[in-house]
């Protein structure tokens, strides 16, 4: 396992792509997967006070429609992971709720973000059987997050123009309110193509 995380950040183009479709039987899945896997947990050791939840393998630069789950998101000593290929968003429902999310393609920078309380997604599991997931709370909002890094989307765009939705956290690991206008508005490195 590596010591350093490989993770991509913003502004890395192939972040805002749209991944294409996999099979199980793809002979690079089964590393792309692994090496997901191994650099959540580095990543993860690079940052004492947060956890890595998630992975979508643009995160690595591979635009395909691969992610990785947390099977325990409450638990960091847990490091097991679940991987589905192709997931789908079948239905989102229940109210909009908000909510802090964080990104290891986005460093430094939090949201409260709106999201759907529920979903329901259709994806492929590692040996290729289908599998259906319905989510609510935390892994709804964790699998919609993983999902739109496979269409090119990041969290910061469904707040963009919040001028109090982002964050940062101290060196104590508490949120703390960015200033929209000296840090978000024209930071280049978040929005590029503005």
């Not at 896997?37 to 580095?42: D, L, M, P, R, T």
């Not at 986005?106 to 309380?117: C, E, L, N, S, W």
Request: glycine content about 6%; hydrophobic content about 35%; aromatic content about 6%.
């Amino acid at each position: 396992m590596s010591n350093k995380s490989a993770v991509i950040t913003t502004p890395d183009p192939r972040l805002r792509k749209k991944s294409a479709k996999v099979r199980a039987t793809d002979e690079d899945v089964p590393k792309i997967i692994k090496e997901m896997i191994e650099s959540c947990i580095a990543w993860e050791n690079e940052h004492e006070f947060e956890l890595s939840a998630a992975m979508a393998a643009p995160q690595l630069g591979y635009n395909k429609r691969i992610i990785v789950v947390r099977e325990d998101m409450g638990n960091k000593d847990n490091a097991t992971f679940v991987a589905l290929l192709n997931p789908e968003i079948i239905k989102t429902e229940g109210k909009t709720l908000y909510d802090y999310e964080g990104c290891l393609s986005v460093p430094t920078i939090y949201g409260k973000v709106p999201r759907p309380a529920k979903a329901r997604i259709k994806a492929m599991l590692e040996d290729g059987s289908e599998v259906r997931i319905k989510a609510d709370g935390f892994l709804a909002r964790t699998l919609l997050h993983e999902i739109d890094h496979l269409n090119g989307i990041l969290f910061i765009d469904h707040i963009k123009g919040e001028r109090d939705a982002f964050y940062q956290l101290d060196d104590k690991g508490d949120l703390i309110p960015l200033d929209y206008d000296k840090n978000i508005k024209d930071n280049k490195d978040l929005w590029p193509e503005d």
